[in-house]
């Protein structure tokens, strides 16, 4: 077994699903932005001190130490597999996966979630929708090469057994 990398857009379910798929396959779970944060405190109060681009080294810093660790079920960050090729070195390193989540059940949890988003901190509303739609323009096509694609807008049991079932498939 090797590393199962879990990507998608935010709250899209990488680290609830991360969560439930782990135990499954006797894998540890890793989320990759709770590491990020243990070094640098709350992610949305550094990018607004540091900028995105120091947040997105640090995110590539800790994403390489995770290559190098165990294998486990890594949640990345929606940003991850789009900065750089972060998406390459993750396939390399193991199994891609990406949770696919139809837009209207994204925008739910999204404001479900709350303001503290970095890279949508203060959009409601229309504002909101459009920024997601942009970011979603530009990672879909990175999303969309990744080893497995998994249908994810179902409860996160039912989403981890369709990866485990794939992965059980393409062993």
Do not use: H
């Not at 990018?47 to 995105?52: D, I, N, T």
């Not at 120091?54 to 079920?73: I, Q, T």
């Not at 900065?83 to 949890?109: F, H, I, Q, S, Y």
């Not at 959009?123 to 530009?138: S, T, Y």
């Amino acid at each position: 077994m090797a590393r199962i990398f879990l990507i998608g857009f935010m709250c899209s379910g990488k680290s609830t699903v991360g969560r439930v798929l782990a135990p499954m396959l006797g894998l540890s779970f890793v989320d990759l932005d709770r590491v990020v944060e243990e070094r640098v405190g709350p992610l949305l109060t550094f990018v607004q001190r540091e900028g995105e681009e120091a947040f997105r080294a640090r995110e590539r810093e800790v994403l390489a130490e995770l290559m190098d660790g165990p294998d486990s079920v890594i949640a990345t960050g929606g940003g991850t597999p789009c900065e750089g090729d972060n998406l390459a070195l993750m396939k390399e390193a193991g199994t891609v996966v990406w949770l696919d989540v139809p837009l209207e059940m994204l925008m739910l949890r999204i404001v479900r979630a709350g303001g503290d988003r970095p890279l949508l901190f203060g959009l409601k509303g229309d504002a909101l929708r459009e920024r997601v739609l942009e970011l979603l323009e530009a990672r879909t096509p990175i999303y969309a090469q990744a080893d497995i694609i998994v249908q994810a807008g179902v409860p996160p049991m039912e989403s981890a057994g369709r990866i485990r079932r794939v992965l059980d498939q393409v062993r």
